[in-house]
Antibody, heavy 117, light 110 residues
Framework: QVQLVESGGGVVQPGRSLRLSCAAS????????MHWVRQAPGKGLEWVAV????????YYAESVKGRLTISRDNSKNTLYLQMNSLRVEDTAVYYCARYQHGFIDFWGQGTVVTVSS | QSALTQPPSASGSPGQSVTISCTGTSDDVGGYDFVSWYQQHPGKAPKLLIY???KGPSGVPDRFSGSRSGNTASLTVSGLQAEDEADYYC??????????FGGGTKLTVL
């Protein structure tokens, strides 16, 4: 069955960096685009970024453009989110999710990122 | 891109039907057939309920149905059950390789 397992979250000071990972299994990872979606405490879902199946194209929400970078390693079945210049408002649960044609069909359980001094 | 507009709360008694709205613009909900709905229980990951406006994935009860009129999409939950108490989110493709979510609706089963 499809499994997405995020890791790498933690507590970090404003301005610092963090890299999240998402290990995929149960499907052919290299055939699917992947998203990152986040959820601030007590808030709704916010789309962050998407990467095509082969990593050739990447797209970002305006709120993270230039600071967060999505990437993937299809040989390791792993999705990444490099987070630089972190802000307090980046505090959230970060979910990786599988992209189908126009929608998300599977989500990971999420990893918590807290940006605080 | 601005978040889609959902009512913050909805409620119904067991066995009743409840409809949750999701209002966007012609640049998202009204412009593409890529409207989807997700259910999220507290502390859990979201789960896909509806995709492409009105299609249900296998394994999702047909008590959940989706529709759209103009720039407003709707999710209807028929025959409410206690386990339907959760947060519900709509989402839409918004063009230019961007996606947008609604603010979420907390459904209470009375």
């Amino acid at each position: 069955q499809v499994q997405l397992v995020e890791s790498g979250g933690g507590v970090v000071q404003p301005g610092r960096s963090l890299r999240l990972s998402c290990a995929a299994s149960g499907f052919t990872f290299s055939n699917y685009g992947m998203h990152w979606v986040r959820q601030a405490p007590g808030k709704g879902l916010e789309w962050v970024a998407v990467i095509l199946y082969d990593g050739s194209k990447k797209y970002y929400a305006e709120s993270v453009k230039g600071r967060l970078t999505i990437s993937r390693d299809n040989s390791k079945n792993t999705l990444y989110l490099q987070m630089n210049s972190l802000r307090v408002e980046d505090t959230a649960v970060y979910y990786c999710a599988r992209y189908q044609h126009g929608f998300i069909d599977f989500w990971g359980q999420g990893t918590v990122v807290t940006v605080s001094s | 891109q601005s978040a889609l507009t959902q009512p913050p709360s909805a409620s119904g008694s067991p066995g009743q039907s409840v409809t949750i709205s999701c209002t966007g613009t012609s640049d998202d909900v009204g412009g593409y057939d890529f409207v989807s709905w997700y259910q999220q229980h507290p502390g859990k990951a979201p789960k896909l309920l509806i995709y492409e406006v009105s299609k249900g994935p296998s394994g999702v009860p047909d008590r959940f149905s989706g529709s759209r009129s103009g720039n407003t999409a709707s999710l209807t939950v028929s025959g409410l059950q206690a386990e339907d108490e959760a947060d519900y989110y709509c989402s839409s493709y918004a063009g230019f390789n961007k996606w947008v979510f609604g603010g979420g609706t907390k459904l209470t089963v009375l």
